[in-house]
């Protein structure tokens, strides 16, 4: 996890905060002899949104043997559809899915440089078609697709997280500052870029209007309403370049410390927060094993996860055994049948794992 107040954007913190860590912490990772020997294998594979397809991202991923996953930016072309042929992919965790694939190597960059890639796309039913970028070449269809397409499950994790845990909930009302030399988007840089986009929709107003006016009027009044269309067009673009001229001038990005003291940023303390924030991971881990459990007893994850959390605060009975070291947890019946049903099979399964209330406990008899 990497909590920050102000970053230079998700490549930095990539680069800077999280390979660094993986790089150490990943275990299999192929030895240097064996990266040597094949300079088309990868070490691992990172997986993100397509802020990050750029040249420049991976292009420093793949100096160090990491493979890049993302979405393609600015797709124009679109590929024939005999090209694509449907494809299993499985899911991650169980389950799979058929989609329409097709895959190509390609190149990405930036000037006469360039890396690479293997680009696979995905033909929607609609003949959308949906493309991703690999660098990691070693990887097949189905496992460029199946990763790519299961990163929603992220956004669904810190969706999850949101709404039943608070993990964006504020812990305390202290904060700090931060370190003068770390780069941030300059307010003056903003505000001039906000400027230049209000011109460029003004002139494409006037372009589009201009347009719809015909040329063969020859009364005065058409001339008249002709002339002072292109009179405000132009003063608009010349607005318009001054304006562009203005931000070409000054830094996108400043120090901190170079701020005025009112448009510094600062951030909440963190230490509480990381603390709560890991309690509130584990708990979800624990209810995550739970769902497992109940998942085979119930189709739906969703319906699954909601009896569990209705289990975690139901009404029930707690009876601890210090003579025989036992503990006993019989829960008060649920809403219906079938979610009685579920959650005896999810205490007999518990109850089978042989927890221990205390290390030296003998096995639990089975819950009621």
């Known amino acids: 996890m990497v909590s920050k107040a102000v970053t230079e954007g998700l490549a930095d913190s990539l680069v800077k905060d999280i390979v660094p860590e993986l790089l150490t912490s990943i275990p299999g990772q192929p030895s240097p002899g064996e990266l040597d020997q094949d300079p088309l294998l990868h070490r691992f594979v990172v997986v993100f949104d397509r802020e990050g397809a750029t040249y420049s991202l991976f292009q420093e991923l793949w100096k160090q043997r990491i493979g890049a996953l993302t979405y393609r930016k600015n797709v124009k072309d679109v590929w024939p559809e005999d090209e694509f042929a449907e494809r299993e992919v499985p899911s991650p965790g169980s389950g799979a ?19 690479p890639v293997i680009e696979v796309r995905r033909l929607t039913q609609t003949g959308h078609q949906t493309a991703i970028i690999t660098s990691a070449q070693r990887l097949g269809t189905v496992l460029i697709a199946g990763r ?5 499950r992220q956004e669904n994790y810190f969706a999850y997280m949101m709404e039943h845990f608070d993990i964006d909930g504020l812990v305390e009302y202290g904060t700090e500052a931060i370190p003068g030399m770390i780069l941030a988007a300059n307010p003056k840089w903003r505000e001039l870029d906000k400027a230049v986009k209000t011109a460029h929709r003004a002139e494409r107003t006037l372009l589009t209007k201009l347009g719809r006016q015909t040329w063969d009027e020859q009364d005065g009044a058409g001339v008249q309403k002709k002339a002072e269309a292109v009179e405000a067009l132009q003063a608009v673009q010349a607005n318009l370049d001054q304006l562009r001229a203005e931000r070409k001038a000054v830094s996108r990005k400043v120090t901190l410390d170079s701020l005025p003291e009112d448009q510094r940023p600062t951030q909440l303390a963190p230490l509480n927060k990381i603390l709560t924030d890991s309690v509130k991971r584990i708990a979800y881990r624990a209810e995550t094993a739970l769902v497992t459990i109940l998942r085979r007893h119930l189709r739906k994850e969703d319906e699954a996860r909601a009896l569990v959390r209705e289990l975690l605060v139901s009404s029930g009975d707690i009876e601890p055994d210090s003579a025989a070291n036992t503990l006993t947890v019989r829960i008060h019946r649920m809403a219906n049948p079938a979610h009685d049903k579920g959650v005896a099979a999810l205490l007999h399964e518990l109850t089978e794992q042989e927890f221990r209330h205390r290390s030296s406990a003998t096995p639990q008899p089975a819950p009621k």
């Open 97 to 115: 899915t058929r989609m329409k694939l097709a895959i190509r190597e390609t190149s990405i960059g930036a000037g006469k440089q360039s890396i």
């Open 148 to 152: 790519m397409f299961a990163r929603w």
